[in-house]
């Protein structure tokens, strides 16, 4: 055993330039959040390149945010999915005595990086990262997880177009008979603008918290605010308890929302956990639909569309997919399995690539079992143009300018009459 001095946990320590426990050979620093701080690394033998976490400096002596980085491991490390973050391996370093966590390094930048340089979001954009994070979050309940703190900065947009859930740092697993204190007594454990009611007031939690979360991240993207943010926490916190929301469709008037997508927020943010969709499974199919559905709406006859069609496995099918036609521009045809892959029947398969619109469109009726040469239901009639947002204005903003604008109208009509007379 060496007779080096360690370094006592409350110094700090940075890891660059080190190896952490002898497989991981850090590169430098990717950030840091509340408790940790995010290295890259080279894993040693492998030929592929790491995201190792550890405790900040600052708080490595504290034993809460202890339990809670390995609350984090522990919880990741339970879930398989592609909407959720990959965790390697976790352990202590010989050398500094320090916990770490291996995952895999992500490319791309996080929900609310994307929300705070763009605000709203693309409709079609807007229901796929929802139905992906849906996803997540119905490998993590199966899995007997909660995550608890589903916000913007806990989602990360890759940059091949995937979605992933992170941070599992604050998680609840449901198998586990007392829930280990994670924070002071009489403090409450989550963001305020991103917690559920039932959460706010230290009811009993379950899978429809998380949904209420989604439902929370799907109003901020397609609104472009979240729908409490007082600026004062406890006020936030009662207007969860206590205020509905406006529905989106009134939010933002300005953009056309599908009347499905309305009432499915809606149910997401009920006030009673009872009332909201029972399975994010559930969700996550509703939101493909309604991006089927869009992107139907946006393309014309004899084009390609490209979507994501999310179907049972081919074995399970009695409906064959559309032809896709050879083209140069068309994409290779792509499937991944979701699921355990120690299962001999996949949960779905996941079909990504160009399909014509006519194709779709007589798929989707044989779903539904009506005859593939159908003639398709006639349109709806086409709503009202929505109203447009203007660049930079909020819907508070362009009220006070017509009130202004309509004030100075009153007193210019009464200055030419005066003169008039």
Request: glycine share 8%; proline share 10%.
């Amino acid at each position: 055993m060496s007779d080096k001095k360690k370094p006592p946990l409350s110094e700090p320590v940075s890891l660059s330039g080190r190896t952490v426990a002898g497989r991981y050979r850090v590169v430098g620093v990717v950030g840091q959040g509340g408790i940790g701080k995010v290295y890259e690394a080279e894993q040693i033998g492998l030929d592929r390149t790491v995201a190792v976490k550890v405790i900040r400096p600052e708080r490595r002596g504290d034993e809460v945010t202890t339990r809670r980085f390995l609350r984090e491991a522990r919880a990741a490390g339970r879930i398989a999915s592609p909407h959720v973050v990959t965790l390697f391996d976790c352990g202590t370093d010989e050398g500094s005595g320090e916990l770490y966590i291996a995952m895999e390094l992500l490319s791309g930048q996080s929900l609310s990086r994307r929300l705070a340089d763009d605000e709203a979001l693309p409709m079609s954009l807007a229901l796929r990262i929802g139905a992906m994070i849906a996803r997540g979050l119905r490998a993590a309940h199966e899995a007997g997880v909660l995550h608890r703190d589903l916000k913007p900065a806990n989602v990360f947009l890759c940059d091949d177009g995937n979605v992933k859930v992170l941070d599992f740092g604050i998680a609840k697993l449901l198998d586990e008979s007392v829930d280990e204190p994670l924070t002071q007594v009489n403090r409450i454990l989550g963001t305020p603008v991103y917690m559920s009611p039932e959460a706010a007031t230290r009811r009993p939690l379950g899978p429809t918290t998380d949904l209420y979360g989604l439902g929370l991240l799907l109003y901020e993207m397609i609104v472009g605010t979240p729908p409490f943010k007082t600026g004062d926490a406890i006020k936030t916190l009662e207007a969860h308890v206590k205020t509905v929301p406006p529905r989106v469709s009134a939010a933002a008037p300005w953009r056309a929302i599908p009347p499905a997508l309305d009432e499915l927020v809606a149910r997401l943010l009920e006030k009673q956990p009872q009332a909201r969709p029972r399975d994010a499974g559930e969700v996550a199919a509703a939101l493909d639909r309604m991006a089927m559905e869009l992107a139907l709406a946006e393309s014309r006859a004899g084009e390609l569309t490209e979507v994501e069609l999310r179907l049972p496995p081919a074995a399970a099918r009695a409906t064959e997919l559309p032809a896709t036609p050879v083209s140069e521009d068309a994409l290779d045809a792509t499937a991944v399995w979701v699921g355990d892959p120690s299962l001999a029947r996949p949960r779905e398969e996941i079909i990504g690539r160009p399909f014509p619109k006519e194709a779709l469109e007589a798929y989707r009726r044989r779903l539904e079992g009506q005859p593939a040469d159908a003639p398709p239901p006639p349109p709806e009639p086409a709503p009202p143009p929505p109203l447009r947002r203007l660049a930079g204005l909020t819907q508070r903003q362009i009220a006070i300018a017509a009130v202004g604008l309509g004030v100075v109208t009153f007193v210019t009509m009464l200055v030419i009459r005066w003169l008039l007379l």
